[in-house]
């Protein structure tokens, strides 16, 4: 059984940083995509970011570029976001996802998610 477990979310002020963890068990980490999607109040869940299994293609939204790092250790069976800058815009709850087939910036592309963890950004 494939189990995604976030961490790392909180409350922070505008311009402050996070850095969120997703921790994966069953499976085999180090061969599957990942990707990172979130979900603000009243909005549909949406793309922030992609990582290959390598982590060596990375796609953003346009609106974390420059801002959000997403990174991966297989050895640790975990994927990073690290998240600089941010804005209240960012606040939602972020889900990490394994990719299965389809498009990578549409959920249903993915097949497995965790619970999610809250970030909110205060001014």
């Known amino acids: 059984q494939v189990q995604l477990v976030e961490s790392g979310g909180g409350l922070v002020q505008a311009g402050g940083s996070l850095r969120l963890s997703c921790v994966v068990s069953?499976?085999?980490?180090?061969?599957?995509?990942m990707g990172w999607f979130r979900q603000a109040p009243g909005k549909e869940r949406a793309f922030v970011a992609h990582i290959t299994w390598r982590g060596d293609i990375i796609y953003y939204t346009d609106s974390v570029k420059g801002r959000f790092t997403v990174s991966r250790v297989n050895a640790e069976n975990t994927m990073y976001l690290q998240m600089n800058n941010l804005k209240v815009e960012d606040t939602a709850v972020y889900y990490c996802?394994?990719?299965?087939?389809?498009?990578?910036?549409?959920?249903?592309?993915?097949?497995?998610w965790g619970q999610g963890t809250q970030v909110y950004v205060s001014l």
């Open positions: 069953g499976g085999t980490f180090s061969t599957i995509n």
């Open positions: 996802a394994r990719f299965r087939t389809g498009s990578i910036y549409r959920a249903s592309g993915y097949d497995y």
